[in-house]
């Protein structure tokens, strides 16, 4: 055998074993599809990935049995606004870290540098006293405050001061001379070249808040303010047994859309996560 | 009188005297910074020195009412409550399934998919996707999958002659179905750090290596491995630090059981907290819980800082 056959080989038996590797990633969401069009006596049955009978009046009994519609737009909007929130308040107090200097400056990068890891479960009794305190339990204020300002916030400003840190300075030098303010800097000249950034914060931002579990187990009650991943959980029937075809349906109306949204976008938000990794 | 007051509360900070370049900096630089930190004093450092205080007290939730017993929750967990070490038991062996096997299936992919081929990207795609998937859903079709006999899972097993056990049923089958399944769902993430590192090393050495002759396992072994440690430390504590966060795809998994078989330290401080409203004695656990993921981040920053240097 050549060399040249030798790597052909190589290849192809890495590559099968890639694609056997990967059966157990792409396979669930594959069933989950295929389950959410079955009929409960067919889900049950010989399983086979094409439903014989495509029931799509699952689709439809989805939002009857839930007000599915307003969970799923809670969920859209709550996202939207965590993510627009933390974009200006990381970005400020970011620029604010890499390029200003003030006393105490030190002693602030470690406060919050000990909260980058802190799990949620560990504030939440606390908060959920504030929250009802501040009489807004079973309302969307805790989803949107607890996630911006919680460790993830912080991640997100130091993913920001990252690059900051990194862009020329002369730029911001020269706006200075023509007499902008620090702010003026901040969103003519350092925001506009910090785009990869920003995109990057608004993407793992957006699925964090998106994928929230616990805050809206804790803080909702009625089904009309749920968001999607509480409503997910919440088809059961009566003795709290899932009503599996109904639940294999709402998931793929949850989780399709974001899955289309990433074979389009794949790269980006690949990236993103590496770089919140990295710095985070 | 108006206009006089108006006139001083929009002069510009740089007309007044007393105000220098350097406290004007300062001032801006705390106004930048006040939101987040506000935010951050309200929602996280507030309810982080609160429950060093409820953790002190003896609560029920539905009387509303606190009494001071010092540090009595923490002997009732330490001492008392068989369930709190079966709790730690559990989360340490979960921590020990998960880390090892997510970090040498990261390690795995991502030293095959580092070079471009055709279908890389196609397979770091795939790899990554159950990672921006919501762990609800994730839990949801994988507890779907994994029914006794009526499940996916173990309808093939069948097809190869293999009798799956009643996999969430069983709390030793249960633990190992929940490890599996979380590592399939994150290890995308460790993938990508490992790929990001491995670009790196690979651009800078392997041609050299490979010029003097060296086959694949010793540039792997003394070039890449070696290379590879100040990532792979990192990873290895964020990776644990995460294994001890995980609830929502325990909830919706398992709730936890059987027979208490995959209850874990986020899910038992829930529990303890909002299912039976033991709020003083789920405020020491969430304590005991800050302390280990303090330690593992001081682990962490220390071995960043070496890896710099």
Known sequence: MTQRQIRIIYRTCWTLALLIVAIPFVFPFLWMVSAGFKSVTEIFGAPSL??????????????????FARQYFNSIYIALAVTALTLVISSLAGYALARM?????????????????????????????????????????PLILLPTFGPHGVMATFLMRQYFLALPKELEEAGRMDGLSRLGIWWR?????????????????????????????????????????????????????????????????????????YLIAQRQIIESFALSGVKG | MTETILRQTTARPKDVPWLSLKYREMLEAWLFISPTLIGFLIFFLGPLMAIVYYSMTEWNLLTQQATFVGLDNFQDALFVNPDFWHVVRNSVIFALGLVPLNMALALTLALALSRP?????????????????SAIAWAIVWKFLLQGEAGAVNQMLAWVGIDGPNWLREPNWAMAAVIVTRVIKMVGLNMILYIAALQAILRDYEDAARLEGASRW???????????????????????????????HIYQMTGGGP?????????????????FFDVGY???????????VMVLTVVQVTVRRRGME
């Open chain 1, 50 to 67: 094409i439903p014989r009978v495509w029931r799509f009046q699952n689709f439809v009994e989805v939002f009857t049995y839930q007000p």
């Open chain 1, 101 to 141: 200097r003030f006393a105490g400056a030190g002693l602030l990068m470690l406060f919050l540098v000990s909260a980058l890891m802190v799990p949620e479960e560990v504030t939440i009794i606390p908060n959920f006293f504030l929250i009802k305190w501040m009489g807004l339990m079973d309302t969307h204020w």
């Open chain 1, 189 to 261: 000249i350092a925001l506009p070249m910090s785009r990869p950034a920003l995109a990057a914060v608004a993407i793992i931002t957006f699925l964090f808040s998106w994928n929230l579990f616990l805050e809206p187990l804790i803080f909702l009650s009625s089904l009309e303010m749920f968001t999607l991943p509480l409503a997910l959980s919440n088809f059961t029937d009566t003795y709290g047994l899932p009503l599996w075809n109904l639940q294999l349906a709402a998931t793929t109306l949850a989780v399709v859309p974001i899955l289309i949204v």
């Open chain 2, 117 to 133: 081929f055709f279908g890389v990207v196609f397979f770091r795609t795939v790899f990554f996707a159950p990672v921006i998937t």
């Open chain 2, 218 to 248: 010793q540039i792997f072994r003394m070039i890449i491995w070696p290379l590879l440690a100040p990532t792979t430390l990192v990873i290895m504590v964020i990776t644990t630090i995460g294994s001890f966060k995980v609830f929502d």
């Open chain 2, 259 to 275: 027979e208490n078989g995959t209850l874990v330290l986020a899910y038992y401080i829930y529990q303890q907290g909002f299912e």
């Open chain 2, 282 to 292: 789920a405020s020491a656990l969430a304590m005991i819980m800050f302390v280990i």
